[in-house]
């Protein structure tokens, strides 16, 4: 009975190893979901529209959802020039919140502007960057508009905040600069 009961379990193992190791046919998908996608691929063809494809391009004139509004000044110089002279800030005095523009400007601006606006940040010291000029230089002359647009486009070294800050945040950061240069104006 013993050496039977062995020869049945080593024959069970033999089994075992030998049924798992078929190399003709695919395993067994316990999960197929996770294999194969259900939902459509993006340019999978389809009939569900006219041009055969899933993907396609969003209704003209449409506005992401979100916080997304156009902002319709070129990144030029004379665009520039005209944020400089004509785009004024839409939110009002109870809207605008410095403790929100002072995180947002710690956390985006102040490691090259300084955490008051004088040009004198970390990456300044520690001379990684040079030329980050004062808020309250006279020669830069900066306006409401001029900081909103060199926010959204970058200038100089100065890179895009763009994808960084939503409009909203844009703005505080803006009231923020125009409050640190009025500080340092005193």
Not at 90 to 108: F, H, R
Not at 129 to 156: C, M, Q
Not at 163 to 171: G, Y
Request: glycine share 10%; charged share 25%; net charge negative.
């Amino acid at each position: 009975m013993k050496t039977s009961l062995k020869y049945i379990v080593v024959l069970v193992m033999l089994v075992g190893f030998v049924s798992c190791q078929k190399n003709s046919r695919p395993n067994y998908q316990y999960m197929p979901n996770m294999y194969e996608p259900v939902g459509y691929e993006t340019y999978q063809e389809s009939d569900a529209f006219a041009n055969g494809f899933e993907a396609q391009l969003p209704a003209e004139g449409s506005i992401p959802r979100g916080d997304f509004m156009p902002y319709e000044i070129d990144n030029t110089n004379e665009g520039y020039e005209l944020a400089k002279t004509t785009l004024t800030s839409p939110l009002d005095s109870t809207q605008v919140d410095y403790a929100e523009g002072k995180v947002l400007y710690d956390i985006y601006c102040g490691i090259c502007h300084g955490n008051k606006g004088n040009g004198k940040g970390k990456l300044v010291d520690r001379e990684k960057i040079l030329g980050v000029p004062s808020y309250d230089d006279a020669g830069r002359a900066i306006t409401t508009g001029s900081i909103y647009h060199v926010i959204y486009y970058g200038k100089n070294t100065m890179g895009s905040y763009a994808n960084q800050l939503n409009e909203n945040e844009r703005w505080q950061v803006v009231a923020y600069v125009e409050k640190l240069k009025a500080d340092l104006e005193k």
